[in-house]
């Protein structure tokens, strides 16, 4: 049916039968086809076209083709798609998991941090799930590649000034401790924060 489409009114038509028919029989493939097709017509209307980008991410992240659901999620959020519990900031939360998933663990940090400027730029704190998964990711990765180790100080350190409680600062005094790249200087900047937000409670973890 597909290389029969050879207009752009049969290329929508053709889509949406093989969208609607992908949903029916729960087959992502043919649902990922169906709304390539219908994007590709230029039939559609503008209005729903960030939204249906969004769709195809949807679909293409199910299929686990990171290439295409990072170029439709892309896409999608340069048209300024939103919905229910869908901004900017979440977005790219989508992404950072799109790279977590395919071991791109830099980029995926990267991006998190941007969801937390862009949920603050838009007057928004960023929950504390989101700095301790950023943290998790962070650690985890430096275990597996020193050369990430840093990352896992820069996030042990976001999480503490966004969200100053006792366990955090402990989990960041901890990490400084455990990775052999960080020296007094980095323990003495981290415990400089720590007693500046007053989280903790002991002062013995403030010697160096």
Same mark, same amino acid.
């Given at each position: 049916?597909?290389?029969?489409?050879?207009?752009?009114?049969? /290329?929508? !038509?053709?889509?949406?039968?093989?969208?609607?028919?992908?949903?029916?029989?729960? @087959?992502?493939?043919? *649902?990922?086809?169906?709304?390539?097709?219908?994007? !590709?017509?230029?039939?559609?209307?503008?209005d729903?076209?960030?939204?249906? @980008?969004?769709?195809?991410?949807?679909?293409a *992240?199910?299929?686990?083709?990171?290439? #295409?659901?990072? #170029?439709?999620?892309?896409?999608?959020?340069?048209?300024?798609?939103?919905?229910?519990?869908? @901004?900017?900031?979440?977005?790219?939360?989508? #992404?950072?998991?799109?790279?977590?998933?395919?071991? $791109?663990?830099?980029?995926?940090?990267?991006?998190?941090?941007?969801a937390?400027? +862009?949920?603050? &730029?838009?007057?928004?704190?960023?929950?504390?799930?989101?700095?301790?998964?950023?943290?998790?990711? &962070?650690?985890?990765? +430096?275990l597996?590649?020193?050369?990430?180790?840093?990352?896992?100080?820069i996030?042990?350190? /976001?999480?503490?000034?966004?969200?100053?409680?006792?366990?955090?600062?402990?989990?960041?005094?901890?990490?400084? *401790? !455990?990775?052999?790249?960080?020296?007094?200087? !980095?323990?003495?900047?981290?415990? $400089?924060?720590?007693?500046?937000v007053?989280?903790?409670? /002991?002062?013995?973890?403030? $010697?160096?």
């Amino acid at each position: 049916m597909v290389g029969l489409t050879s207009s752009n009114d049969e /290329k929508l !038509q053709t889509g949406q039968l093989l969208y609607n028919a992908g949903i029916k029989t729960e @087959n992502l493939n043919q *649902r990922m086809t169906g709304i390539e097709l219908m994007l !590709q017509s230029g039939k559609l209307p503008f209005d729903v076209i960030p939204q249906y @980008n969004y769709i195809a991410f949807q679909v293409a *992240r199910n299929l686990k083709d990171t290439d #295409k659901a990072l #170029k439709y999620l892309d896409t999608a959020m340069g048209l300024g798609f939103s919905d229910t519990n869908i @901004n900017s900031s979440t977005m790219l939360i989508d #992404k950072a998991n799109l790279y977590f998933d395919s071991d $791109r663990n830099a980029e995926g940090l990267s991006v998190l941090s941007q969801a937390i400027d +862009a949920s603050a &730029a838009s007057g928004t704190k960023a929950p504390e799930a989101w700095y301790t998964f950023g943290f998790s990711k &962070a650690y985890n990765a +430096a275990l597996d590649n020193p050369a990430l180790e840093p990352e896992a100080y820069i996030w042990a350190q /976001k999480r503490v000034a966004a969200y100053p409680t006792e366990t955090f600062c402990l989990d960041a005094i901890n990490v400084v *401790r !455990q990775f052999k790249d960080f020296g007094d200087k !980095q323990e003495l900047d981290l415990l $400089r924060l720590v007693r500046k937000v007053g989280a903790m409670k /002991k002062s013995s973890e403030f $010697r160096a």
